[in-house]
């Protein structure tokens, strides 16, 4: 990757004013976008603000140990990869290259099932750190195939997003008239001209198929036809009872993702759960959702320990990952912040906001002076201070 590009791109929210640069409108704005009056996203992301950190000075944290233990293995970072769909659209190759950069940092990636790559494909470049997502379908034979496939390439965790009940309202997308495959217009014209950089990138694959369901759909397919048998086999809720029916079918470890009240995270728990992942779908479901942040501590208490308490949705800062970890959360997911940089440089993007967001978290550490990820999760809660003027506010673009 160019240096001197990563040099201008320090943050995040750096990437994010890039990444709208380079995308075509319809594409940055369905990464971007929320829900209704996309309030929930930044609702996420302002309430991180609100966790003040009691700084612990006279301390020599030199080189701080990010690694943490979950699910029998050691991690050398306490942050990874959130599922999102279509992000090869992006880039190609983007979804495999994420993957490839968790590998190498040993950190956790959970692959979309949605995704244009393939689990196979992911799990064959980090066989140690893809997690896969799963929802139920319409015909839950091809959840359970889907299953099978991801315990047959080796993968270890299943991760079962509840907060799915319906599609929702994204009025960008509306807008935008954004679909999969792209129907033709002025306003598409003229949104590709705007971006000749994405769209010379694109042509390398000129017919994105969502790659985990092709077995499943007649062979010859169009664009068009695929993506319209994947949005009829995903409009359907997830319940109760199918994530038991997965735990069923499944021998490794399974999370339950979209977790935001303490009775629904004693529920997963019951049923047999591994571990629980805090998230509202990074704002994308419900609008009135509470921040997964402040959702996370009283779930915390009512799991008293019994499995992991994860995170996500509006984590866009190593700070905000040693927020979370003081909270409670001893991995912190971020999908937005990959997917900002890979819009932002290309498919080798998701490796820079790795380096973000470690350097980040080890300046935060020594900051509050502790050593170990394993230190900060043993340590004494910090109490979530409200800030009256908190609010977040991207960089001016």
């Not at 994420?98 to 099932?113: C, D, K, N, Y």
């Not at 440089?345 to 900051?367: N, P, T, V």
């Amino acid at each position: 990757m160019n240096s001197k590009l990563l040099q201008q791109l320090p943050t995040i929210d750096d990437c994010r004013a890039r990444a709208r640069r380079r995308l075509p409108r319809f594409l940055f704005d369905f990464l971007d976008g929320g829900t209704d009056g996309e309030r929930a996203p930044t609702r996420n992301t302002s309430a991180f603000s609100d966790v003040l950190l009691p700084a612990r000075v006279g301390r020599s944290v030199d080189h701080p140990d990010l690694s943490v233990e979950l699910f029998g293995r050691q991690w050398a970072l306490p942050f990874g990869v959130s599922p999102c769909g279509y992000v090869d659209l992006v880039d190609p190759g983007t979804e495999v290259e994420t993957a490839r950069a968790a590998e190498a940092r040993g950190a956790p990636f959970i692959l979309s099932m949605s995704s244009l790559a393939t689990l196979e494909e992911c799990a064959a470049v980090a066989p140690n750190s893809t997690w896969m997502q799963v929802v139920q379908s319409r015909n839950p034979d091809i959840v359970l195939d889907i299953i099978r496939r991801a315990g047959e390439s080796g993968i270890k965790v299943l991760v079962v997003t509840m907060d799915v009940p319906k599609s929702s309202k994204r009025n960008r997308d509306l807008r935008n008239g954004f679909t999969l495959p792209l129907k033709p217009s002025l306003r598409l014209l003229w949104d590709l001209m705007r971006s000749p950089s994405w769209v010379a990138s694109t042509l390398k694959r000129p017919r994105p198929l969502p790659g985990n369901f092709m077995p499943y759909i007649p062979k010859g397919a169009s664009v068009a036809g695929a993506a319209a048998r994947l949005e009829h086999e995903a409009d359907y809720i997830t319940t109760w009872e199918d994530f038991a029916s997965f735990r069923a079918a499944w021998s490794g470890q399974i999370v339950a993702k979209g977790i935001q009240t303490p009775d629904d995270a004693a529920r997963a728990v019951e049923l047999g759960a591994d571990g629980i992942i805090v998230s509202n779908h990074g704002g994308r479901q419900f609008d009135a959702a509470r921040p997964t942040i402040s959702c996370l501590p009283a779930i915390v208490d009512r799991v008293q320990g019994a499995v992991p308490v994860m995170l996500d949705s509006g984590v866009r800062s190593g700070l905000d990952v040693l927020r979370a970890i003081t909270l409670g959360a001893p991995m912190v997911f971020s999908g937005r912040a990959f997917y900002y940089a890979a819009g932002a440089i290309g498919r080798y993007g998701s490796a820079h906001a790795f380096d973000i967001l470690q350097l980040e978290l080890e300046i935060a550490m020594r900051q509050y002076g502790t050593a170990t990820v394993s230190e900060v999760c043993q340590s004494q809660r910090p109490n979530v201070e409200p800030v009256a003027t908190s609010t977040y506010t991207y960089p001016s673009e």
